[in-house]
């Protein structure tokens, strides 16, 4: 079938997204220290956003190169939103940690990660599910390789359930990501984690999402666990709407819609193996098609006037929205003349697609606002942040505060070392300052780096004011 379409209003980008590094102008204000973290940074997202088979070997020579503290610190930090945000791409990261492992140099890098995937974190809030599901599915990637032993896995899942209530989640993650293991290993334990999940989401915000694997266990056991392998290496069942979807099979996806009472306004749900999708209640056919860059799958849906079936308020993405995550130019070309929205220049500073975000602004002249700013700290995207510094009027106490939860340290020290943001601001009820949130969010180094930023900034005032009153 020919496909022709009328685009109006702007041009999206060339059909193929570009993986040629973008150029980073990094501010005056900024000293060595910084600046240096800050290139390195970029330079290792650039690598694993846009990793491919051929480009491992120079990721690896990348990694051996990097020598500043904070950028090591917080490589396991860059290798898991990496991976969240590029799911598909998840047997290259399971090379490349296997390289990381086997090369003498960098193995540090392995256990860096191993104690980042190991450690605690305790009352998850809802919007930081992804984050910790990815460190989860890295967790699963050394486990698959040999790295990690199946025991330590049980072991801190048994101590993380131990808290009952603390730590719950973090402890469910690693049940659905381990299934077939705990119940092969511990039947007990395993019968034990199917209640305490049972009893602790009950009430949850995500309970459908729970239960969609808690009531389909039995499903998931078949055949030697293969639809639980499905989960593991696609996110969704692989002999499925998603997962025809998910592997751009168009093929496939007609014949199950023409020979079953599925039809086109079937609704998709998310899925913990596919942890970005759980920021979202539920998907149709052609935003979830659109989500996944299934370019194939998408032209027949739109051919099928799919995108004419409207949103409803559970679909919290628009088919324009969804084509900037998957990074598909061609599917943007045809989505574009439908939707404007300014929820897609956000999305593609998350999804750390820069050439699409360039052409969203250059082409619209939308506004730096502080909701594109959050999400360009979810993922702490050093090339909008920094690129687009000049036209960034403050920084919200809340972007300072989400870098803080994320552990975004380049971005957080980047934020408050400019005059853009008041150290003193305080917020919310209990009057707090950015001071009361690192006590509860960050490290000793960074307490100390921000107490000395308040002491300049306090300095800086009173010789000011001391200007002021000679005058």
């Known amino acids: 079938m020919n496909l022709n379409v009328n685009l109006v209003i702007f041009s999206a980008p060339k059909k193929y997204i570009s993986r040629d590094i973008r150029m980073l102008t990094i501010p005056n204000f900024c000293d060595k220290e910084l600046t240096d973290d800050l290139l390195e940074t970029y330079e290792i997202q650039n690598a694993l956003y846009n990793i491919t088979e051929e480009s491992i070997s120079s990721i690896i020579s990348l990694l051996s190169r990097c020598h500043s503290p904070n950028t090591i610190n917080h490589l396991p930090l860059l290798f898991s939103q990496a991976l969240l945000y590029r799911r598909h791409n998840a047997k290259l990261f399971s090379s490349l940690l296997l390289q990381i492992y086997e090369n003498p140099s960098i193995r540090w890098i392995f256990f860096n990660i191993k104690t980042f995937i190991f450690s605690k974190k305790s ?3 809802p919007i930081l599910f992804p984050y910790e599901i990815s460190r989860i599915h890295i967790l699963r990637l050394c ?3 040999g790295l990690i032993e199946l025991k330590e896995v049980i072991q801190f899942c048994q101590t993380l359930k131990s808290f009952k209530r603390e730590y719950r989640f973090q402890a469910i993650f690693i049940y659905f990501w381990f299934l077939q293991e705990i119940y092969e290993n511990d039947t007990q334990f395993a019968q034990s984690m199917f209640y305490f999940t049972l009893h602790k989401t009950k009430k949850h915000l995500l309970k459908h999402v729970f239960e969609l694997i808690l009531n389909n266990l039995r499903e998931i056991k078949e055949n030697k666990w293969k639809k639980f392998h499905d989960l593991l ?3 969704y069942f ?7 979807i998910l592997k751009d099979n168009c093929d496939s996806l007609q014949a199950l819609l ?5 039809n086109f306004n079937e609704i998709l749900f998310p899925s913990f193996f596919y942890p970005f999708t759980v920021q979202y209640n539920q998907f149709n056919l052609s935003v979830f098609s659109a989500f996944c860059g299934s ?3 998408f032209k027949f849906l739109y051919l099928n006037n799919m995108n004419n079936i409207p949103l409803n308020k559970y679909f919290e993405l628009n088919e324009i929205e969804a084509a900037v995550c998957g990074g598909n130019a061609e599917i943007l070309h045809l989505c574009q003349q439908n939707h404007q929205n300014s929820k897609a220049l956000g999305l593609a500073a998350e999804f750390h697609y820069n050439e699409i975000f360039d052409w969203i602004h250059e082409s619209t002249n939308e506004e730096i606002s502080s909701k594109v700013l959050d999400m360009a700290v979810k993922s702490n995207n050093i090339y909008v942040l920094v690129n687009y510094f000049d036209l960034i009027p403050v920084w919200d106490f809340e972007t300072v505060r989400q870098s803080l939860m994320l552990d975004s340290s380049a971005v957080f020290r980047f934020m408050v070392s400019s005059k853009k943001f008041n150290v003193f601001h305080t917020v919310n009820s209990f009057g707090w300052n950015i001071f009361q949130f690192m ?6 180094e960074e307490k100390i780096f921000v107490s000395k930023l308040a002491e300049k900034v306090a300095n800086d005032s009173i010789d000011k ?3 002021i009153t000679k005058s």
Not at 238 to 244: C, H, N, P, R, V
Not at 258 to 262: A, G, P
């Open 258 to 262: 023409s020979s079953s009472n599925i």
């Open 233 to 235: 290496n696609f996110g």
């Open 238 to 244: 692989e002999e499925s709407l998603a997962g025809f």
């Open 465 to 467: 004011i001391n200007e």
């Open 439 to 444: 006590n509860i969010y960050k490290s000793e």
């Open 123 to 125: 009352f998850i809030e």
């Open 295 to 297: 370019v194939k799958c």
């Open 143 to 145: 486990y698959d390789l």
